[in-house]
């Protein structure tokens, strides 16, 4: 039985090295042109210290992760976030979930991302231009069902929202800042759960389907309407419980595919990205967690090796979970926390969060 | 708000302004004067020996000592306009303030008081007059003569202003020499048939002035007007064929006036711009440059038998001369272009607006107006072998040398402003890279690889930018990058970095 599980194990393993190796052949590097780019970093500080690592299994705002897992839920839970990113980009976000037995889950997320002050931008003379500021708001709302002990299915529809300053004018005594905004509404995630072991679990999920940011410029320079399809991602994701030192020790990793956009429109490159974390479960009440993420591997690594190791970047990124409860009266807090490196040095990033399950 | 320097003035245009309500010009708000050049983008340039005004894109600048080094500059934010002309001491610009109405403003120089004459009733009356076509000032050209200033208005015939702002009269060119008071004038005041006869104008397109006449180059033919008699009279030119009249300006030898129309042929094709002088004591005309223009030319008539021209089409400026003055001109071989090349470091690809010749002393001042700021040479000497260099003025800001202070010009880029120069300034050479991110600290594209910068100077404005290469226009990989914000990073090969944001709406 110990020999079959392992052996299944390998195949397990097998198969999303075999997917990168081909994926490899024609990805290239460079995501950054495309929309949605803060829909990229991880949510939650649990994700953040595991490298972002969340597709197989997440704790808590599953809506955001893997609809699939909110038919898995035993408790209702609230999450409360925050984070903070070098350069002034902010965060902060919410996330409800329960389950409806015997099948059924549901859940909710908000996530605000953003640059409240935009300061120092000029205009094409030199003159300061006011303040201003970037705004995102994303909601995503799940609905997952239990089609079997060890598979589940889910999927999510998201209404997301930019405001964006896209001119200037000179106006006397008023602001010089013209913003203009895009919406997206319906746009679609499918998630999958399964579990063929009792040390493993797998997670799929295809986000941003039919998904794009319309975008109603008011600015008498634009086209009124421009429409920004955000890219179609596929994560393989996995997780792996061992144990290290005699204390649980989990591993999980993402493996993230760009290849299509929401409009099934081949991107102009394919991209593939990895995500690692590994937690320790050394404490009972403490875990401390570890990760790397935004490993882009691409066709670049073979053919342009110094062009890869030039432009290549990651993520290292450390955190903890604290549990609560005990010190309050065996109420369900837990306390998540996660520092990370920055991709380009400008400092280090952060998330905080607090778990409450009742 | 009412701000002017003189209260006197001011009281009496307010107390003029009620008794004629709605029929009057008024003072209007005008704004705090700044000690700054306004802007970089200068259109159009106006002055006399010492006087220099710019209309840039971002207000009006004058200095009243173009010779002082350096150069003290006074201007007014805030306004944008369509013409400006200066005249003993006195500035008419058509101007106007941001999103406001299509004003003239009268400032009075020689004691830095101002005032505003707006117009706006008066575009009413002359939509009035004519409801195939909109009266603007857009095109007004102005001459100062006969202690008042002759307008000339599109749409809307020869406007006599006095320098007050209170007064003003319009002619219509053609045989009835009518003043037509802008405070007793009605519609029905003129004869039905007044504006449909052959042989009149009410559309006049430039003035200029001679010492006692005043020139109008109309749609159909060259006018002059004598204000003591207030007399019109049409310059023949029926063996020319000319399709319309679109400048014109004087050179007076004694009793003599030499009157230099830019007129256009329109082809089966393109409309062709040539230039012709008018002896109005022999009453023969002559072409004065052979060349065709595409685009209109602008013309300055210099001493000595020069005449600059400021080609739109290719940014080039000519000297030429006439050995007399109704005679053909010879083209210089004065290098203009290379001359103001050498005045600064990003003075590569420019586009010159407009030029300015005017007399100083025992020198003269040439100037040249760009999207880039202004250039000036003195001791213009034509017909020495002038090297005399170009001086370049610019508000563009010293920046702090080390990275400390970097930004994007313009820090947002749409359709509108589709592309934007990184200004940084290095302490000493170095090797630099920008690269551009996204949101999420995706790499989007590199701008330039490890490239060799100076140390900024003051020559160069405090800026280790080279703006032909370290500029970036919103697109990667042949294709513009989403709408949002972007992170730029400058870094040396000494160690330093710098981050900023910039920002992309492109579609």
Same mark, same amino acid.
């Given at each position: 039985?110990?020999?079959?599980?392992?052996?299944?194990?390998?195949?397990?393993?097998?198969?999303?090295?075999?997917?990168?190796?081909?994926?490899?052949?024609?990805?290239?590097?460079?995501?950054?042109?495309?929309?949605?780019?803060?829909?990229?970093?991880?949510?939650?500080?649990?994700?953040?210290?595991?490298?972002?690592?969340?597709?197989?299994?997440?704790?808590?705002?599953?809506?955001?992760?893997?609809?699939?897992?909110?038919?898995?839920?035993?408790?209702?839970?609230?999450?409360?976030?925050?984070?903070?990113?070098?350069?002034?980009?902010?965060?902060?976000?919410?996330?409800?979930?329960?389950?409806?037995?015997?099948?059924?889950?549901?859940?909710?997320?908000?996530?605000?991302?953003?640059?409240?002050?935009?300061?120092?931008?000029?205009?094409?003379?030199?003159?300061?231009?006011?303040?201003?500021?970037?705004?995102?708001?994303?909601?995503?709302?799940?609905?997952?069902?239990?089609?079997?002990?060890?598979?589940?299915?889910?999927?999510?529809?998201?209404?997301?929202?930019?405001?964006?300053?896209?001119?200037?004018?000179?106006?006397?005594?008023?602001?010089?800042?013209?913003?203009?905004?895009?919406?997206?509404?319906?746009?679609?995630?499918?998630?999958?759960?399964?579990?063929?072991?009792?040390?493993?679990?797998?997670?799929?999920?295809?986000?941003?389907?039919?998904?794009?940011?319309?975008?109603?410029?008011?600015?008498?320079?634009?086209?009124?309407?421009?429409?920004?399809?955000?890219?179609?991602?596929?994560?393989?994701?996995?997780?792996?419980?061992?144990?290290?030192?005699?204390?649980?020790?989990?591993?999980?990793?993402?493996?993230?595919?760009?290849?299509?956009?929401?409009?099934?429109?081949?991107?102009?490159?394919?991209?593939?990205?990895?995500?690692?974390?590994?937690?320790?479960?050394?404490?009972?009440?403490?875990?401390?967690?570890?990760?790397?993420?935004?490993?882009?591997?691409?066709?670049?690594?073979?053919?342009?090796?110094?062009?890869?190791?030039?432009?290549?970047?990651?993520?290292?990124?450390?955190?903890?979970?604290?549990?609560?409860?005990?010190?309050?009266?065996?109420?369900?807090?837990?306390?998540?926390?996660?520092?990370?490196?920055?991709?380009?040095?400008?400092?280090?990033?952060?998330?905080?969060?607090?778990?409450?399950?009742? | 708000?009412?701000?002017?320097?003189? $209260?006197?003035?001011?009281?009496? &245009?307010? +107390? %003029?302004?009620? =008794?004629?309500?709605?029929? @009057? /010009?008024?003072?209007?708000?005008?704004?705090?004067?700044?000690?700054?050049?306004?802007?970089?983008?200068?259109?159009?340039?106006?002055?006399?020996?010492?006087?220099?005004?710019?209309?840039?894109?971002?207000?009006?600048?004058?200095?009243?000592?173009?010779?002082?080094?350096?150069?003290?500059?006074?201007?007014?934010?805030?306004?944008?306009?369509? $013409?400006?002309?200066?005249?003993? &001491?006195? +500035? %008419?610009?058509? =101007?106007?303030?941001?999103? @406001? /109405?299509?004003?003239?403003?009268?400032?009075?120089?020689?004691?830095?008081?101002?005032?505003?004459?707006?117009?706006?009733?008066?575009?009413?009356?002359?939509?009035?007059?004519?409801?195939?076509?909109?009266?603007?000032?857009?095109?007004?050209?102005?001459?100062?003569?006969?202690?008042?200033?002759?307008?000339?208005?599109?749409?809307?015939?020869?406007?006599?202003?006095?320098?007050? &702002?209170?007064?003003?009269?319009?002619?219509?060119?053609?045989?009835?020499?009518?003043?037509?008071?802008?405070?007793?004038?009605?519609?029905?005041?003129?004869?039905?048939?007044?504006?449909?006869?052959?042989?009149?104008?009410?559309?006049?397109?430039?003035?200029?002035?001679?010492?006692?006449?005043?020139?109008?180059?109309?749609?159909?033919?060259?006018?002059?007007?004598?204000?003591?008699?207030?007399?019109?009279?049409?310059?023949?030119?029926?063996?020319?064929?000319?399709?319309?009249?679109?400048?014109?300006?004087?050179?007076?030898?004694?009793?003599?006036?030499?009157?230099?129309?830019?007129?256009?042929?329109?082809?089966?094709?393109?409309?062709?711009?040539?230039?012709?002088?008018?002896?109005?004591?022999?009453?023969?005309?002559?072409?004065?440059?052979?060349?065709?223009?595409?685009?209109?030319?602008?013309?300055?008539?210099?001493?000595?038998?020069?005449?600059?021209?400021?080609?739109?089409?290719?940014?080039?400026?000519?000297?030429?001369?006439?050995?007399?003055?109704?005679?053909?001109?010879?083209?210089?071989?004065?290098?203009?272009?290379?001359?103001?090349?050498?005045?600064?470091?990003?003075?590569?690809?420019?586009?010159?607006?407009?030029?300015?010749?005017?007399?100083?002393?025992?020198?003269?001042?040439?100037?040249?107006?760009?999207?880039?700021?202004?250039?000036?040479?003195?001791?213009?000497?034509?017909?020495?072998?002038?090297?005399?260099?170009?001086?370049?003025?610019?508000?563009?800001?010293?920046?702090?040398?080390?990275?400390?202070?970097?930004?994007?010009?313009?820090?947002?880029?749409?359709?509108?402003?589709?592309?934007?120069?990184?200004?940084?300034?290095?302490?000493?050479?170095?090797?630099?890279?920008?690269?551009?991110?996204?949101?999420?600290?995706?790499?989007?594209?590199?701008?330039?690889?490890?490239?060799?910068?100076?140390?900024?100077?003051?020559?160069?404005?405090?800026?280790?930018?080279?703006?032909?290469?370290?500029?970036?226009?919103?697109?990667?990989?042949?294709?513009?990058?989403?709408?949002?914000?972007?992170?730029?990073?400058?870094?040396?090969?000494?160690?330093?970095?710098?981050?900023?944001?910039?920002?992309?709406?492109?579609?």
């Amino acid at each position: 039985m110990e020999k079959s599980l392992l052996r299944k194990t390998r195949i397990f393993h097998i198969l999303p090295a075999l997917a990168v190796l081909v994926a490899c052949a024609q990805a290239q590097t460079g995501l950054g042109i495309y929309g949605g780019a803060h829909l990229r970093e991880p949510v939650g500080a649990t994700a953040f210290s595991l490298g972002g690592a969340q597709t197989a299994s997440p704790r808590y705002l599953c809506s955001w992760w893997n609809p699939a897992l909110l038919a898995g839920l035993r408790q209702k839970s609230v999450a409360l976030g925050v984070g903070y990113r070098p350069l002034g980009r902010t965060e902060g976000y919410v996330g409800f979930e329960f389950s409806v037995p015997p099948r059924v889950g549901l859940g909710l997320s908000v996530l605000y991302r953003g640059i409240p002050v935009i300061k120092g931008l000029v205009d094409e003379q030199e003159y300061p231009l006011d303040e201003c500021a970037f705004e995102t708001f994303s909601f995503k709302v799940g609905i997952a069902y239990l089609i079997r002990r060890n598979l589940f299915a889910g999927l999510n529809l998201s209404v997301l929202y930019q405001s964006l300053p896209t001119g200037f004018e000179d106006l006397q005594g008023a602001s010089n800042i013209i913003y203009s905004s895009a919406t997206e509404i319906g746009g679609l995630d499918l998630g999958l759960y399964y579990v063929p072991s009792k040390k493993l679990c797998y997670g799929l999920v295809v986000k941003n389907l039919l998904g794009s940011f319309k975008w109603e410029f008011t600015d008498a320079n634009f086209s009124p309407i421009y429409e920004d399809a955000l890219p179609a991602t596929v994560t393989l994701g996995q997780q792996l419980s061992a144990s290290l030192l005699g204390w649980p020790f989990i591993w999980s990793t993402d493996i993230i595919a760009y290849v299509l956009d929401s409009r099934f429109t081949s991107l102009d490159r394919n991209h593939i990205v990895i995500n690692n974390g590994f937690e320790w479960q050394r404490w009972e009440l403490f875990f401390v967690r570890a990760g790397i993420r935004d490993i882009a591997l691409n066709s670049d690594m073979f053919r342009h090796s110094g062009a890869y190791a030039d432009h290549f970047t990651c993520v290292a990124s450390a955190g903890f979970r604290l549990d609560l409860s005990t010190a309050l009266k065996g109420r369900g807090v837990v306390l998540n926390y996660a520092f990370a490196t920055d991709k380009i040095g400008a400092g280090l990033e952060q998330q905080l969060d607090f778990v409450f399950s009742f | 708000m009412i701000r002017v320097n003189n $209260a006197l003035p001011a009281l009496l &245009g307010l +107390l %003029l302004v009620s =008794l004629m309500g709605s029929a @009057g /010009p008024i003072l209007a708000e005008v704004y705090p004067p700044t000690n700054e050049i306004i802007s970089n983008d200068i259109y159009l340039l106006a002055g006399g020996s010492d006087t220099l005004w710019m209309l840039t894109s971002k207000g009006l600048n004058y200095t009243n000592s173009i010779t002082d080094s350096p150069i003290v500059w006074s201007g007014f934010k805030n306004v944008n306009g369509y $013409a400006i002309n200066f005249s003993r &001491g006195m +500035l %008419l610009g058509c =101007l106007q303030p941001v999103s @406001g /109405p299509n004003d003239l403003w009268l400032f009075r120089h020689q004691t830095n008081n101002y005032s505003i004459i707006e117009l706006k009733y008066q575009t009413a009356l002359f939509d009035s007059l004519d409801t195939t076509s909109t009266f603007a000032f857009y095109g007004i050209d102005a001459v100062l003569l006969d202690n008042a200033f002759w307008v000339a208005c599109m749409d809307g015939g020869l406007l006599k202003l006095d320098p007050s &702002g209170f007064v003003a009269a319009i002619f219509y060119p053609g045989k009835d020499t009518t003043a037509y008071s802008f405070t007793s004038f009605t519609p029905a005041s003129l004869a039905p048939d007044t504006l449909k006869k052959p042989d009149r104008a009410k559309r006049v397109i430039a003035v200029a002035a001679d010492s006692l006449l005043v020139w109008a180059a109309c749609e159909k033919g060259l006018w002059r007007f004598s204000p003591k008699d207030t007399a019109w009279t049409k310059i023949n030119d029926s063996t020319l064929f000319f399709s319309e009249y679109v400048d014109v300006k004087t050179r007076s030898r004694a009793d003599t006036a030499f009157v230099y129309a830019t007129i256009s042929r329109i082809g089966t094709k393109d409309t062709t711009y040539m230039l012709y002088v008018y002896n109005s004591k022999t009453a023969h005309w002559t072409r004065v440059i052979q060349d065709n223009f595409t685009t209109l030319p602008v013309i300055q008539l210099g001493a000595r038998g020069y005449i600059y021209v400021l080609n739109p089409a290719n940014n080039e400026i000519k000297a030429y001369r006439q050995p007399a003055p109704d005679s053909v001109a010879v083209a210089q071989s004065a290098n203009f272009r290379e001359r103001i090349l050498k005045a600064g470091s990003d003075l590569v690809n420019v586009s010159i607006n407009d030029i300015h010749y005017a007399i100083h002393a025992a020198d003269t001042i040439f100037a040249v107006a760009t999207d880039v700021g202004l250039l000036y040479s003195k001791n213009e000497h034509r017909d020495e072998a002038d090297n005399t260099p170009f001086i370049y003025e610019n508000r563009m800001v010293l920046l702090t040398p080390g990275l400390e202070k970097t930004y994007a010009i313009p820090g947002i880029i749409n359709n509108y402003h589709p592309e934007a120069i990184f200004a940084y300034n290095l302490v000493k050479d170095d090797r630099v890279t920008i690269d551009i991110f996204d949101y999420n600290n995706d790499f989007v594209t590199r701008i330039i690889d490890n490239a060799p910068r100076l140390a900024g100077s003051h020559r160069t404005s405090g800026r280790s930018t080279v703006p032909q290469y370290d500029k970036w226009d919103g697109t990667a990989r042949g294709r513009v990058v989403s709408p949002g914000v972007y992170i730029y990073r400058i870094k040396t090969k000494n160690g330093k970095q710098a981050f900023g944001k910039i920002i992309v709406a492109k579609n």
